[in-house]
């Protein structure tokens, strides 16, 4: 079974200087596991044209899909098209369909600002996803997204349609024990070499009154997922289990 892969390009000085924080990359990763793709990178870089620019060669030429978030606006620091268009050795240039799509909505408003939102990558895809009046700028398997966050899940919405295959969703089970991660090693250790088509991970949880560690197992066959788990769950000492998920 194929596994389809993506990585994710995040881009602004806010985030690197810890102004904002990033949630994108959740709702990307939240979004792609249903489908079955595996978001395999993530790489956050600064309003630098040429930084962005070869980060974002790098990704699309070892991944099936690369979605950028952030860059977009009208102001100064958001070069993301212009730093696509030098990693694709393209022009940028004005989109009539958008231009006159930001004509309607500001009206005399309008301003030469809003209009920089205008350009585009020479052979831009223009995907209208769930609202026709503000599409998708796409080049080849690059999706170019927003990124206010509301915005980037409402646009990442518009193109499941583009990213639906016949791959297998991943599906995660979870346990939760009241036991540290040395204690459990041994029998994290036995499920890993029993199940080696299933990902297991231990997560621990400093003075949490809920639970020490929980350990998750994640595949796309949900029956070994589960077979997995209840292997795990049959051989930690009793009493250490305190729910499943």
């Not at 956050?44 to 990704?59: H, M, S, T």
């Not at 690369?66 to 022009?91: I, K, M, N, Q, Y």
């Not at 297991?200 to 994640?218: H, I, K, L, Q």
Request: aromatic content about 6%; overall charge negative; hydrophobic content about 45%.
């Amino acid at each position: 079974m194929t596994t389809r892969t993506a990585a994710h390009l995040v881009i602004g000085n806010e985030l690197l200087s810890g102004k904002i924080q990033d949630a994108n990359t959740l709702t990307l990763a939240n979004t792609l596991r249903p489908l079955g793709i595996a978001l395999r990178r993530v790489v956050v870089v600064p309003d630098e044209v040429a930084l962005i620019a070869a980060e974002a060669n790098a990704l699309r030429a070892t991944h099936d899909y690369v979605f950028t978030s952030g860059g977009v606006g009208p102001t100064h620091d958001d070069v993301t098209v212009e730093a696509l268009a030098h990693a694709l050795g393209r022009r940028v240039v004005r989109s009539p369909e958008i231009e006159s799509l930001l004509r309607a909505h500001y009206g005399d408003a309008l301003t030469d600002g809003h209009l920089c939102m205008a350009n585009i990558v020479e052979g831009t895809r223009l995907h209208s996803g769930l609202d026709p009046k503000w599409p998708t700028m796409v080049l080849g398997n690059v999706f170019v997204l927003p990124g206010v966050p509301e915005i980037y899940r409402y646009k990442l919405d518009g193109l499941l349609g583009l990213l639906r295959g016949d791959d297998a969703p991943f599906v995660t089970h979870r346990v939760y024990l009241d036991r540290d991660e040395g204690a459990l090693k041994p029998y994290l250790d036995a499920v890993v070499q029993a199940f080696a088509d299933v990902a297991v991970g231990s997560y621990p949880r400093w003075r949490d009154p809920e639970y020490s560690v929980m350990v998750t197992f994640d595949g796309r066959d949900e029956a070994r997922v589960i077979a997995a788990l209840q292997h795990f769950v049959a051989a930690v000492p009793e009493g250490s289990v305190l729910r499943t998920s």
